[in-house]
């Protein structure tokens, strides 16, 4: 059963991967993001790592595509994007190149795992995480357990001494986050400058899909002939924006 | 038909290397900035594969810890990505990304 | 006594540290005064060391103190230190006793001149140079006093630097005195490369004791020491700079180019005698050779000259030919009794010919003198005196030294010392020209009333200025008390040393610890000595009354001795300019190619070469997130591949 269900996760894996990539519509990207992520937290589950499995539904497609969605509708990017051809030049050749040497070599080393990893040897400094003090290491897994095992186990060893401080850490981050986010998206009170239009470098083609590959800066920035104009009729939060 | 073959950690990582490859192509291809976003994240979660296989397989329980602090580290990112792509790209919505290349040599 | 030495060139020094500072604010004629009293303090330094000297055996005539090490610098250390022994304390006595006298005269000579405290200050430190070159313990200290007379030469030549020939005067005394210079580096790199040091006890116990240097090296040393001594003592080719530098005042003209300055070549060479003495013996020979070539080449042109200053120098010229004559004969003692005599001598007359030409206001044209006896007794009493040693009469100074240098010329080649007696006829013949030209025959300047007047260009001259061209008058007391002082020197310095016995030469016994019996002895009979001495003095009256028929009785025509090749001084400075101005450019043209083109072009072509190179290397900063994010893709992949290589299979 076990490879029957890890063959269909996969499958839902790595079509909603491809269906990010290849998407054009950047909402449709997001569905299909969420279906990778179901696909991974099946795969969690197949791995006995429930708690994650249950944690990476909740947090990652719960909350972080939602977020996702909330700033494309923000920002109104939901339309399509022109996908036919790439302003940098060699960008998409090199890309394909990169992606299939990663590829290859990936999958290369996947396979020739034969058990033996780096680090601490795994089964014979094991030790319980109900000990105070150190833990040698963070606990094992037993096989078959109930769910509810391996929530406590994650809970104790979280909690121990060797974990502890990265978890406050990581409370203080997320405060930061928060923070961070209100200060860079707070508008100030005075006109919002554009954004500066520079010169694009010799790799792209300009507006017209030639090549220029001058290597002195000053020509004419073609892009400024590319930047629509603020769009009218999108709700309340754009027209404020343009009125500034 | 059932399989009743065991599925080793080589699958495992196998499949996290293609996802990881996948997240690394639309990211060099793709031109709006929260598409490239989302292939970040489709990186992540390829990396979270790969460590909790090896937590299964070592029998330890770092594995799954350290996926829970990636993806900890994983939200805090994107908060923060999200918030300054709205701050710069506020005023154009139909930006791409290479237009903002200011930081030039 | 000896540990006096170190007062002696700090004096001229403290002169001029003082004049740098206060010299504009004490004006005429006080600074000129201090200028006076430090050199004047200089010489009684050197008496009380030379006192202190003549009071110890022979042996213990040599002294040496090192005041502090000056460079260290790993192999090479060099000391400030002085070096008191017979030579340099001779050359001492005689630099600052002239010196403090042309210090009192140029008083009285620059008076009125608006720079009167800067010309003392360049004549202190011209004295201090002077004094490091004779007094110092090594080679690089004599180099530095050498640079510093050579640098003063300049400051002073040019010191009326208003008119632009004055100051390309300068500018040539300085660049051919440089051409000098390379020889003496040369020289010096040499020796220390094979001895290890610069001291001069250093080289000399190396080259006696050790036989440090192969005659090959020491030969090159001395045509290289050569080299410079011709630069700064006005030998063929190098003499070039000497009777341009007449443009300078005169007490200038006296004091380096007659007394000092221009006898450091011979100083040098006298020095280094134990390096002469290992070199083969062609090096000795072209020093006699070109030293009597120069002697008679600059004796013929002196006979031409129309300036009283022009005459004077061409006379130096020869008359240093002498001596190196006698250096290369290896006669040393010959050569230093010369100098002395002819600082004395030499002085008296070129301050004698400033006498005359501040009495004519400022005339140098000896055509515009004549019978000026009655009118400056003092000055022409001791130009008679000097004129008198000059030409080689008995019992003046002139004819002993000159007399040990011809029988130097005789003891090299026979026919070296006919020449060099046509070269003392000629010196009697020149000088005697200048005197009865000057000083006696007919009034040429009374006569020349109406044409100076035509010279003038903006009016004629009031009634006081036409009654001073017609009445020369003798100079202040200031200025012909030096005169008075040199004109005994001259008279009675030939007593240092007498021919007559062994016991009379007094020089001779002096000076023998510095030549390390390098000195060559005579190979002649007393009776051939007498010979020489009579023919030497029958020579000098030929010189003497052959002048008197051409310019007093005017029974030769003087036209026909004065040619105007001689004048031109054999058109050797004329042909050297035109070699420098034609073929000479185009080869410093060819070298400033080279220079701009080859040198300068690889320096400049490394740095563009980093330009283009960074230029193109900043593309790859291309300010897209995209192609940074390939780079980082790439990079990843290049780990990867280097961890599956390393992969056992």
Avoid at chain 3, 401 to 420: P, T
Wanted: glycine residues 8%.
């Amino acid at each position: 059963m076990e490879a029957v269900t890890f063959f269909i996760a996969a499958l839902i894996a790595v079509a909603g991967a491809c269906g990010v990539v290849f998407l054009k519509n950047p909402v449709h990207a997001a569905l299909s993001l969420v279906a990778t992520l179901f696909g991974v937290a099946i795969h969690f589950i197949n791995l006995e790592a429930y708690f994650l499995a249950a944690v990476q539904v909740i947090v990652y497609a719960g909350a972080i595509v939602i977020l996702f969605l909330f700033v494309i509708m923000l920002l109104g990017v939901d339309r399509a994007e022109d996908i036919q051809s790439d302003p940098i030049i060699g960008q998409r050749q090199l890309a394909l190149l990169a992606t299939a040497g990663l590829l290859i070599l990936g999958i290369f080393i996947a396979l020739a795992f034969s058990g033996e990893v780096t680090g601490v040897p795994p089964i014979e400094a094991q030790q319980s995480t109900f000990d105070g003090g150190l833990a040698i290491d963070s606990g094992s897994i037993s096989k078959g357990v109930p769910p509810e095992q391996n929530i406590k186990e994650i809970g104790r060893a979280l909690f121990s001494t060797r974990y502890v401080f990265a978890l406050e850490i990581t409370a203080l981050l997320l405060t930061i986050g928060v923070v961070g986010a209100v200060v860079l998206t707070r508008r100030s009170k005075s006109e919002l400058e554009p954004i500066p239009v520079v010169e694009p470098p010799a790799l792209m083609r300009n507006s017209e899909g030639e090549i220029e590959l001058a290597l002195n800066e000053d020509e004419q920035s073609p892009i400024e002939e590319t930047i629509d104009p603020p769009v009218e009729d999108l709700p309340n939060e754009e027209v404020e924006v343009n009125g500034e | 038909m059932t399989f009743a073959m065991a599925i080793g950690t080589e699958y495992y990582l196998a499949l996290s290397a293609l996802l990881f490859t996948i997240g690394a192509g639309g990211l060099l291809v793709r031109r709006n900035p929260l598409i490239m976003f989302m292939c970040i994240e489709l990186m992540l979660n390829a990396a979270n594969l790969a460590f909790v296989s090896f937590g299964k397989e070592m029998n330890d329980l770092g594995g799954q810890l350290s996926v829970l602090f990636v993806l900890v580290v994983a939200a805090a990112e994107v908060v923060i990505g999200l918030a300054i792509v709205v701050a710069v790209m506020r005023r154009r919505p139909k930006a791409s990304i290479d237009e903002v290349s200011v930081l030039r040599g | 006594m000896n540990n006096l030495v170190w007062l002696i060139p700090t004096f001229p020094l403290l002169g001029f540290t003082l004049l740098l500072l206060f010299g504009r604010r004490l004006g005429e004629p006080n600074a000129g005064w201090l200028a006076t009293t430090m050199v004047t303090g200089s010489f009684l330094s050197t008496l009380c060391v030379f006192l202190g000297m003549a009071g110890k055996t022979s042996e213990e005539r040599v002294y040496e103190i090192t005041l502090f090490e000056w460079i260290p610098s790993g192999e090479l250390s060099v000391g400030l230190g002085f070096l008191a022994d017979p030579l340099s304390i001779t050359m001492a006595l005689f630099i600052t006793g002239v010196s403090a006298l042309i210090h009192m005269y140029a008083i009285g000579y620059m008076h009125g001149d608006p720079n009167f405290s800067k010309f003392f200050i360049y004549l202190n430190l011209f004295v201090f140079s002077m004094l490091m070159l004779v007094l110092g313990d090594n080679l690089l200290i004599t180099f530095l006093g050498w640079e510093g007379v050579g640098a003063c030469s300049y400051f002073l030549i040019s010191f009326w630097h208003e008119d632009p020939a004055n100051a390309s005067a300068g500018k040539k005394a300085f660049v051919t005195n440089r051409v000098g210079d390379w020889g003496f580096m040369v020289a010096m790199f040499l020796l220390f490369f094979n001895i290890g040091s610069l001291k001069y006890s250093d080289i000399f116990s190396s080259v006696i004791q050790l036989d440090a240097l192969t005659q090959t090296t020491a030969t090159a040393v001395v045509v290289m020491l050569f080299i410079g001594a011709a630069g700064k003592s006005a030998q063929f080719p190098l003499y070039l700079w000497l009777p341009d530098a007449m443009a300078g005042p005169t007490p200038v003209s006296a004091l380096i180019h007659a007394a000092t300055m221009v006898t450091s070549g011979v100083y040098l060479l006298t020095r280094m005698n134990p390096v002469l003495a290992e070199a083969a013996g062609w090096s000795s020979d072209l020093i006699w050779i070109i030293g009597l070539f120069t002697a008679l080449f600059a004796a013929a042109a002196a006979v031409a000259q129309n300036d009283i200053k022009k005459v004077l120098a061409y006379s130096t010229v020869s008359q240093l030919g002498f001596m190196f004559v006698a250096v290369g004969s290896g006669l040393y003692v010959a050569a230093i009794f010369h100098m002395i005599t002819h600082a004395f001598f030499k002085a008296l007359l070129f301050l004698g010919a400033g006498s005359v030409i501040h009495g004519m206001h400022e005339e140098q044209d000896m055509r515009k003198y004549g019978a000026l006896k009655k009118a400056m007794p003092i000055t022409a009493g001791t130009f008679i005196i000097g004129w008198l040693a000059i030409a080689g009469i008995p019992p003046f100074s002139g004819f002993w030294s000159k007399d040990e240098v011809l029988l130097a010329a005789w003891n090299e080649n026979k026919i070296a010392w006919v020449l060099l007696l046509i070269a003392a006829i000629m010196t009697a013949f020149y000088m005697s020209r200048l005197v009865f030209m000057t000083f006696f025959g007919d009034k040429r300047w009374a006569e020349d009333e109406k044409e100076n007047h035509e010279e003038d260009e903006i009016t004629p001259p009031p009634e006081n200025e036409k009654k001073n061209i017609l009445n020369p008058h003798e100079s202040p007391a200031l200025m012909w008390f030096p005169l008075v002082a040199l004109a005994g020197l001259a008279a009675t310095a030939g007593i240092l040393n007498l021919p007559f016995s062994h016991n009379t030469k007094y020089l001779e016994k002096w000076l023998e610890p510095v030549l390390f019996g390098n000195e060559v002895h005579v190979l002649a009979s007393t009776s051939t000595k007498w010979l020489l001495a009579v023919i030497a003095i029958i020579g000098a009256t030929i010189g003497v009354l052959s002048a008197s028929y051409v310019y007093l009785k005017k029974r030769i025509n003087p036209a026909q001795i004065e040619l105007p090749i001689l004048q031109d001084a054999w058109k050797f400075d004329r042909s050297v300019s035109n070699f420098m101005g034609g073929p000479g450019r185009k080869i410093f043209e060819v070298v400033t190619w080279f220079d701009e083109t080859v040198i300068d072009g690889a320096v400049n072509g490394a740095g563009k070469l980093t330009q283009n190179l960074g230029t193109r290397l900043r593309a790859t900063q291309t300010g897209l997130i995209r192609t940074y994010a390939l780079g980082m893709v790439i990079g990843a992949i290049a780990i990867l591949a280097y961890f599956v290589s390393r992969m056992g299979f």
